[in-house]
């Protein structure tokens, strides 16, 4: 038998390899670019609005047994009872509410598109905002509608409005608060949003921790909202778990599009052990909540520096003049600080830099770094 021919190489096979995909590969997503996620080893990581604690060695131990006693060598249950009750307790989510769970929330805002929208059909969102709002409609052959905040990153209502009315939005997406910006926008804002849509209002609540309010227990008396959160805010980002509540007929239907055991046995049991320690995680988001403040006045004084206020574990800061937002970025990332850089995002993140609130130590390296970056300058 002769030996398998190893694959050829070279500008001829590339080339064709190209050709290929071309004539495969949407174009649209040819001309994506895919999420970037940037090395962090042996850095300060400011870039991701992660928890910068980790979980007690207590909370470890009990994750490690409910993990060692999971079942690998079955799929995952068809039902989550067990996990939906802990996560009703957790959160306060309603009884009357239907509940799903996601990978991450990142995965829940692709259903709710996927479910909703026919090709051409309208997304919206203010913007900017969650750049997931925009892909999974893209993805999903649906067409995005980002209505611009004001000059000073607020919600520009009447803007709103008049896109809604314009486009007849299928699902519209609010950030509460909003990432980038960290702005929360005013409840009666959001409800003249959520009485003028037509179809759906997704409240994306993935900061609520920080915020210190929520629209979660008024989700029976809100048809044609939901809400829509995830655990990696709050010290769990590697668990990769979100979960949408919404009236019980919405939840059905994005149920149909959920890919089978979407949620992995490893995760729901570690995440029914955590669960079981919700004071830690409470306690987690409270320290952040307190440290956002001095770190933004701290932010603040720095000169040619502005900073937006921010309900969640994060600061929008502006950097004008020189350096600006793109030579701070580069200089932090040489002293091994991330921080995530909007400044080409969109015209109005111009010179804005995103950046988590990390622990005391973290929090005083970067404002360190930013003196002596600003300084020699």
């Not at 979960?243 to 949620?263: E, S, T």
Request: proline residues 9%.
């Amino acid at each position: 038998m002769n030996a398998a021919r190893p694959p050829e190489r070279g500008p001829a096979a590339a080339e064709a390899v190209a050709g290929r995909i071309a004539g495969t590969v949407r174009a649209d997503i040819r001309a994506l670019a895919a999420y970037a996620v940037a090395p962090a080893a042996d850095g300060i990581k400011l870039d991701a609005m992660e928890c910068p604690y980790e979980l007690p060695e207590t909370v470890r131990e009990d994750i490690a047994r409910a993990v060692r006693d999971a079942a690998l060598n079955r799929y995952p249950p068809g039902g989550t009872g067990a996990l939906d009750q802990d996560v009703r307790q957790a959160f306060g989510i309603p009884a009357e509410a239907g509940l799903l769970f996601g990978n991450g929330s990142d995965e829940l805002i692709h259903l709710i598109v996927q479910a909703c929208c026919e090709p051409g059909d309208a997304v919206m969102s203010p913007w900017p905002s969650f750049v997931y709002f925009d892909m999974a409609a893209r993805f999903d052959h649906a067409r995005f509608v980002g209505v611009p905040l004001t000059d000073s990153l607020e919600l520009d209502l009447p803007a709103m409005l008049r896109a809604i009315a314009q486009h007849r939005p299928k699902v519209v997406f609010l950030a509460l608060p909003n990432n980038p910006t960290g702005g929360l926008w005013p409840d009666q804002a959001v409800q003249a949003i959520i009485d003028a849509a037509p179809g759906l209002v997704v409240l994306d609540e993935a900061y609520q921790p920080f915020a210190g309010q929520t629209w979660m227990p008024r989700l029976p008396a809100l048809p044609n909202v939901a809400v829509l959160r995830t655990v990696s805010k709050i010290g769990l980002a590697g668990l990769r778990f979100g979960y949408l509540a919404g009236h019980p007929d919405w939840i059905a239907q994005f149920d149909k599009v959920r890919p089978p055991y979407n949620l992995n046995v490893l995760t729901q049991a570690a995440l029914r052990a955590v669960l079981r320690h919700k004071p830690v995680l409470d306690a987690q988001a409270a320290r952040l909540r307190a440290d956002r403040a001095p770190l933004a006045a701290a932010l603040a004084a720095l000169p040619g520096v502005s900073v937006f206020p921010s309900a969640g574990n994060f600061v929008l800061a502006r950097f004008s003049g020189q350096p600006d937002g793109n030579a701070v970025h580069l200089a932090l990332k040489t002293r091994k600080i991330l921080v995530k850089n909007f400044s080409g995002a969109h015209p109005l993140l111009a010179g804005c830099l995103r950046i988590s609130v990390g622990t005391p130590a973290e929090n005083a390296a970067l404002l360190a770094a930013l003196q002596d970056i600003l300084r020699s300058h």
